[in-house]
């Protein structure tokens, strides 16, 4: 069962414009929704996070839209630049002891110049 | 951010074989670590999760006996691929939390690329 479902696979941005990957969740009990990014053949490196109390996060160009009652949450990175291709993967994670992440599907995401 | 290292970055080895893979918290203490594993142009799917000091979980479908994991010590972590065979060449990688801090956040390691020949 895929607890947290992410769309697109795949997203094609020109230089300066918006790029929005969005995740759904079906466990109303995961409580930490991480966003991570990952370069080819590298570790992901943790990009931004939000917790369900709070509707929008910001960092620089990054923000995160979060949806309670619909289960949502999405990523928007404004003003993409070709540095930003990569693939980018939503995450949550149940208030428990271990805290293990749930990853959704991963997009890849192209910014061309 | 914290640090956390893996050891080796890639590494080939002959069907049959036991490869063993580390995975270091540098800056920082961490009771909990997890393995995962990544085929190409998939997700990660956690393998298991390390504990020091105590038995790691598995999870369902991930053969303990074959994924041997060790978390001798609050800053490494390790974990063996017993008798490896093609199937088993993966993207490896290890996350850790920082215990002291108390923080949802995982840091990742770089990921160690296994070859089985």
């Known amino acids: 069962q895929q607890q947290v479902k992410q769309s697109p696979q795949s997203l094609i941005v020109q230089k300066g414009g918006i790029s929005i990957i969005n995740c759904a969740y079906e466990?109303?009990?995961?409580?930490?929704f991480p966003w991570y990014q990952q370069f080819p053949g590298k570790g992901p490196a943790l990009l931004i996070a939000?917790?369900?109390?709070?509707s929008e996060k910001k960092e620089g160009r990054f923000t995160i839209s979060f949806n309670k009652s619909a289960k949502q949450f999405s990523l928007h990175i404004m003003d993409s630049q070709p540095g930003d291709s990569a693939t980018y993967f939503c995450?949550?994670?149940?208030?428990?002891?271990?805290?293990?992440?749930?990853f959704g599907s991963g997009t890849r995401l192209q910014v061309q110049p | 951010g914290a640090v956390v290292s893996q050891h080796p970055s890639r590494v080939i080895c002959k069907s049959g074989t036991s490869v063993k893979i580390e995975c270091r918290s540098l800056?920082?203490?961490?009771?909990?670590m997890f393995w995962y594993r990544q085929f190409p142009k998939q997700s990660l799917m956690l393998m298991a999760t390390?504990?020091?000091?105590?038995?790691?979980?598995?999870e369902q479908g991930v053969e303990k006996d074959k994924f041997l994991i060790n978390h001798a010590s609050l800053t490494l972590s390790t974990l063996t691929v017993t008798s490896a065979h093609p199937e088993d060449s993966s993207f490896y990688i290890c996350?850790?939390?920082?215990?002291?801090?108390?923080?949802?956040?995982?840091?990742f390691g770089p990921g160690t690329r296994l070859l089985v020949l």
């Open positions: 996350s850790a939390r920082d215990f002291l801090s108390n923080q949802e956040t995982q840091y």
């Open positions: 466990n109303t009990a995961f409580d930490y």
């Open positions: 939000i917790r369900p109390d709070v």
């Open positions: 995450a949550a994670t149940l208030y428990t002891g271990r805290r293990a992440l749930t």
């Open positions: 800056d920082f203490q961490a009771t909990t």
């Open positions: 390390s504990n020091e000091g105590s038995k790691a979980t598995y």
